[in-house]
């Protein structure tokens, strides 16, 4: 059943690769490494399969970016997939639970919730308070993906109440609404505000710090490429990998 499954989630996927074919590198078999990351890696893991590629020659990067929920899901309902890249613990542990991780995972990186406005701030934006006057519209995720959860948390923690003006499927969704005008703000990562810098500003409150996210990664039980999944794992997480992640926006894990 996990093998009908798989096949079907590999024609429906759109996986987005990162890069070009070849012969296999050694201990590197099949060529190919397929991670599923959440959304908000797009930018960073994009960089970092270019990266891999090209210090393994031969091996080609697929990811799948989308919001952690759904891709732990396709992950547990046969979706063919080598490593998988969490936006919160609470994700990665449908995995786990689900005996699908090859191993424990670690943390890779931190992320932390701001607001972001239009350029300029034409609505004066300061804090979570401000997101709850008449007829601002915001833009948040759904609550069962990691953005949408610690939105609830900071806005719990604040006292805020509000209505959103929409629900998004992951952060990427939730800053589109503001890039296209159709809300005054969004509560997004930092490291998507600061991938749109230039569209959006980023303003930062006090209660982010009551939510802030862990990005565990771990290699697949069901993995195709195993040996390949192993060296694009130790690859995101050497001091080179966490450059690029940190020069995202990303915070090194605790203890790095």
């Known amino acids: 059943m996990r093998a009908a499954v798989a096949a ?7 996986l987005t690769g990162c890069g070009g074919a070849g012969e296999p590198a050694a201990g590197d078999a099949g060529g190919r490494v397929t991670v599923f990351a959440a959304a908000s890696l797009t930018e960073s893991f994009t960089r ?9 020659p031969g091996i080609t990067v697929t990811v799948n ?3 952690s929920s759904a891709l732990a899901t396709q992950i547990t309902q046969g979706a063919p997939a080598d490593v998988f890249v969490a936006a919160s613990p609470a994700t990665m542990r449908t995995v786990t639970d689900a005996g699908d991780a090859a191993g424990e995972p670690v943390v890779l990186v931190r992320n932390q919730l701001v607001i972001a406005v239009p350029a300029g701030n034409p609505g004066r934006v300061a804090g979570l308070a401000d997101l709850a006057g008449p007829g601002v519209k915001v833009a948040l995720c759904a609550e069962q993906v990691p953005c949408g959860a610690a939105a609830q948390a900071v806005l719990g923690a604040a006292g805020v109440r509000l209505t959103p003006a929409t629900l998004e499927r992951d952060v ?3 800053l ?8 005054d703000a969004a509560l997004v990562y930092r490291t998507d505000a600061r991938s749109a810098a230039g569209d959006v500003d980023a303003v930062e409150f ?4 009551r939510a802030v996210n862990d990005y565990p990664v771990v ?3 069901h993995a195709g490429n195993p040996d390949g999944a192993r060296a694009f794992v130790d690859h995101v997480r050497s001091a080179a990998g966490l450059a690029v992640l940190t020069a995202a926006g990303f915070q090194a894990p605790q203890g790095r």
């Open 65 to 67: 970016f989308a919001g």
């Open 48 to 56: 970092l399969g270019r990266d891999f590629e090209a210090a393994h």
């Open 176 to 183: 589109a609404k503001v890039r296209l005008g159709e809300a």
């Open 8 to 14: 079907t989630a590999a024609l429906t996927l759109g």
């Open 206 to 209: 006090p209660e982010s710090a």
């Open 172 to 174: 990427k969704g939730a």
């Open 219 to 221: 290699v697949l039980k």
